[in-house]
């Protein structure tokens, strides 16, 4: 699934995350989190980047809901529930 812009911005502020602390837990430069949030459509970035920053999401509970009727979002997975 491709991420966009808006999705990881929104994830990360469901988490409760800065973007600099993403940037630290995913390994990646705090530009490139700056950079793709600021987009709203596809993230563009490499692809291990990529996996990094939804992978610190994804621990930080946070489901990525892909493109559908209803448009690509993201949610905040209840306490307790499996993944």
Do not use: H, W, Y
Request: charged letters at 25%; a neutral charge.
């Amino acid at each position: 699934m491709i991420l966009t812009g808006r999705q990881i911005r929104e994830g990360r502020l469901l988490a409760g995350m800065e973007q600099a602390d993403l940037a630290r837990d995913a390994g990646v430069a705090l530009g490139l989190v700056v950079r793709i949030e600021a987009v709203d459509g596809m993230a563009m970035m490499r692809k291990p980047d990529g996996v990094a920053i939804r992978s610190v999401l994804e621990a930080a509970g946070v489901d990525f809901i892909p493109e559908n009727c209803g448009g690509a979002g993201v949610r905040l997975r209840k306490a307790g529930a499996s993944e």
